[in-house]
């Protein structure tokens, strides 16, 4: 009872430096590998080819077996341009060593993440099968760069897969390290092998862990391989606090990974998986102020490790989030000041993700009866008519502090929105995302989401079950008897908002104004645009006051005048009926008192529905 009015109070102040859920994506590739990807989904890898060249010329090691590794994945499911690549120049050691990692990858495909117990004899002889096959693949990728110590990564985790002897592991590691005795990658994969479940023990691995980091110069990610150590100990392990390790060592790798985060700016990528172990851990420990710190940190770089340990990668990436804060609100005193930020966003603008992650619905109804169905929203909406008259265009209105306008509430707010004024409704909301070079939507119905989908040019194609399954869900929901142009337009991922324009088109809905996607929210300064909102977040947004607009007309509510007319006949109605209880010689003050309080009851309607009138 003490701590909810202090996490009433404080949550929504800590949203200070967060994005929304929405804008979150897990593994984000920076803008050079997802050119390399979007052109490789259309079968083009030239780019592929000239991103890894100019990796293994500068000798960026690290760089370069991150992009070998989201290539190889890539081309797991959309494998026409590697082999295109490979039949063009089959000695490119780019290539080569592509087709290497994605031959691990396709055996781990097959054997799955389970347990082992967990996995059938067949899926294992097709595993074993598969890494037999990757050795002379393997061994070319190494003979045509020699000095290369990717390849030695493939081949360390091609050991832990086909459970080489130690002798074969040890002579691996060697020969990575004399290529790079500082490679993270390298060291990772043979963390991976000496840990207990796979070929070692706690103990080994925590030894392996120290000793690379106390060799390691200053800022080196090597510091963060006993925060991983940690992780496969008390999260993957699930080792208990009074196991055979002392609990000393954990809290050492901890501040030892704090030590090393601290040479990066926040929001940096390239350290973006370890402040995401980083947060976990201190979650874990019940330090929610600097697990809080890292989240804001991170940024909308979510990483799929450490959280996929723990079931659906982003959704508990976004669950810790939403509780760490939730626990720094309970922690703060009611009067206090929570926590700030070590780098506030930029006052002087929106912060970055705003303009790159909006969200805009499409409403088969008319404005007036949209209105009156977000009246109940807690969240504030932007209501403007879609161009043909009889669609309404919805978004959510932000909050005018730029440096407040995090939400961690719903996975979207908009579609959180859209489930609850479609609530009871025949007409459904089209729930329309754009973030980045991505683009997609969500169909909301009475309250659930019927579909959903993502054009994404770095992604492969998705199959063909499931885009139509959603194609015929949403014919469905617009009375459309054939589904196969909508399949089609689901199926590619090229030109993303080509692609969201034409469905738009073929449900015959108005087209989209043409900021959106140009900026947060795109129906400002629309004619007739006005904002839903309950009276208190009016009052506060009138007081804080919009950039570029005027004080608030916009909050706003058409009633109907069937609305006006019950109420202005109930009012003396109630109203008689008070003054005849009151002056009777017999009088029961319970009824009377009731016909009074309906009667101020309505009027206090018809005073609130008089101020939000529109006015022009």
Request: hydrophobic share 45%.
């Amino acid at each position: 009872m003490i701590t909810y009015p202090r996490m009433l109070r404080h949550a929504s102040t800590l949203s200070v430096g967060l994005p929304p859920d929405e804008a979150v994506v897990l593994d984000a590739p920076d803008a050079p590998l997802r050119a390399a990807l979007a052109a490789a989904a259309g079968g083009d890898h030239q780019p592929a080819r000239e991103l890894l060249a100019a990796t293994r010329l500068g000798m960026q090691w690290e760089r370069r077996n991150t992009y070998v590794s989201a290539l190889a994945e890539f081309a797991l499911h959309n494998p026409g341009w590697l082999d295109a690549w490979l039949s063009a120049a089959p000695e490119d050691p780019d290539a080569v060593l592509v087709k290497a990692d994605l031959c691990i990858h396709q055996a781990w495909e097959i054997r799955s993440g389970a347990r082992a117990e967990h996995v059938s004899e067949d899926r294992f002889r097709g595993f074993f099968a598969l890494l037999e096959d990757a050795v002379p693949v393997i061994g070319a990728a190494v003979e045509l760069n020699p000095t290369d110590p990717v390849p030695w990564r493939v081949a360390l985790t091609h050991a832990r897969g086909s459970q080489a002897p130690r002798e074969v592991f040890d002579g691996y590691w060697q020969e990575a390290t004399a290529r790079s005795s500082h490679h993270f990658g390298c060291h990772a994969s043979a963390l991976q092998y000496l840990c207990e479940k796979w070929f070692g023990s706690h103990e080994e691995m925590f030894a392996f862990a120290e000793q690379a980091a106390d060799q390691a110069l200053p800022g080196s990610l090597l510091h963060a391989l006993p925060l991983l150590a940690a992780v496969e100990y008390a999260v993957v392990a699930s080792a208990v606090e009074d196991g055979p390790l002392d609990p000393d060592r954990i809290d050492a790798a901890v501040e030892r990974a704090l030590g090393l985060v601290a040479h990066y700016e926040a929001g940096d990528e390239e350290i973006a998986g370890v402040r995401n172990h980083l947060a976990l851990m201190l979650a874990r420990a019940g330090r929610w102020a600097d697990a809080l710190e890292q989240f804001r940190a991170i940024g909308v770089h979510a990483t799929e490790f450490p959280w996929a340990y723990l079931g659906d990668a982003r959704e508990q990436f976004l669950d810790f989030r939403t509780g760490v804060r939730i626990q720094v609100a309970m922690n703060t005193p009611l009067f206090g000041r929570p926590p700030q930020p070590a780098v506030l966003p930029d006052g002087a603008g929106a912060p970055a993700w705003e303009s790159e992650h909006c969200s805009l619905a499409v409403v088969s109804a008319t404005l007036d009866t949209v209105a009156e169905a977000t009246s109940a929203n807690s969240t504030p909406l932007r209501l403007a008519t879609g161009a043909n008259g009889w669609h309404t265009l919805v978004e959510v209105a932000l909050d005018p502090d730029p440096a407040r306008r995090g939400s961690l509430m719903t996975r979207d707010r908009l579609v959180g929105a859209a489930g609850v004024f479609t609530t009871r409704e025949r007409w459904t909301a089209l729930v329309l995302h754009r973030s980045g070079d991505r683009r997609g939507f969500t169909l909301v119905h009475n309250g659930d989401r019927l579909a959903e989908h993502q054009w994404d040019p770095a992604a492969p194609v998705p199959d063909l079950e499931t885009t139509t399954a959603t194609a015929e869900t949403v014919a469905r929901a617009y009375g459309i008897d054939d589904a196969r142009p909508l399949i089609a337009l689901l199926r590619g991922n090229d030109d993303a908002p080509r692609r969201q324009a034409e469905l738009i088109a073929a449900l015959r809905m108005p087209p989209l104004p043409e900021t959106f996607g140009t900026r947060a929210e795109a129906l400002t300064g629309l004619p007739g645009a006005r904002i839903v909102a309950r009276r208190k977040a009016a009052v506060s947004r009138q007081k804080a006051g919009t950039s570029g607009a005027a004080p608030d007309a916009a909050y706003t509510l058409r009633r109907p005048v069937r609305w006006w007319a019950l109420r202005l006949l109930m009012l003396p109605f109630f109203t008689a009926l008070a003054v005849w209880g009151w002056q009777a010689d017999d009088v029961l003050f319970v009824k009377p008192l009731i016909a009074t309080l309906a009667a101020f009851a309505v009027g206090s309607d018809l005073v609130k529905g008089w101020r939000q009138r529109p006015r022009r």
